[in-house]
């Protein structure tokens, strides 16, 4: 893996970066897309660069909307039989035959998780980026989940469910932040950054 930390290494204190999740399915019609888009815009400008699983989509809009502005527009791609592939808006592209390796640098240069709408592979990365939160295993860096039309079912289920049952606390549910404009995202990312360096001036992003 050596090969691909260093080419994270080079984004280091001047380009924090922000990990954006999201389906590969989203048109380049829909809403999805067009909100990453705009944040990958936004993020850009604020001096974050953008991450993300570098195939289409959710992912496609959020590294064009970086490179619109200029921001470094990273993908980290997978090798699948079907969907996956190249979006041709990162600017540098790092290929992985393993999800475990690839969810490694998703987590180990963020200092945000962006969520937007998306199948089994952003559920699957929302759930362990907030365990890794809630087990202390990375840093107290902001999980934004962008859309409450997609995303309140799921957060009702976790309110009236899982918490009824006692397999969550309660604080867990602080674990992320719920919104629905590129504002929003943008100063959540901002905050949490500026957080992270009052904790830990001139520290990088791993916990």
């Known amino acids: 893996m050596a090969e691909f930390v260093e080419g994270f290494e080079t984004l280091g204190p001047i380009w924090p970066a922000v990990s954006v999740f999201g389906g590969a399915r989203a048109a380049r019609d829909s809403e999805t897309y067009r909100i990453g888009r705009e944040i990958g815009n936004c993020l850009g400008r604020e001096g974050f660069a953008v991450i993300t699983g570098g195939g289409p989509g959710a992912m496609e809009a959020a590294n064009r909307g970086a490179r ?21 808006y ?14 490694v640098m998703f987590v180990k240069y963020a200092c945000a998780f962006v969520m937007l709408p998306g199948g089994f592979g952003t559920l699957d990365e929302m759930f362990e980026c907030l365990t890794l939160k809630q087990t202390g295993k990375c840093r107290d860096i ?66």
């Not at 619109?68 to 041709?88: M, R, T, Y």
């Open 90 to 103: 990162a600017d540098t592209v790092l290929n992985f035959d393993y999800f475990f390796a690839r969810k």
């Open 68 to 88: 619109e502005v200029d921001a470094p527009s990273i993908g980290l791609n997978i090798k699948l039989p079907f969907e996956q592939h190249d979006n041709g």
């Open 142 to 207: 902001p999980v934004i989940l962008v859309g409450s039309d997609y995303w309140s079912g799921l957060v009702q289920w976790l309110e009236t469910r899982v918490l009824d049952m006692g397999l969550i606390a309660k604080k867990d549910l602080k674990l992320f932040s719920l919104v629905d404009s590129c504002e929003e995202v943008c100063q959540l990312v901002k905050d949490g950054w500026q957080r992270m360096q009052q904790e830990s001036p001139g520290g990088g992003v791993e916990g």
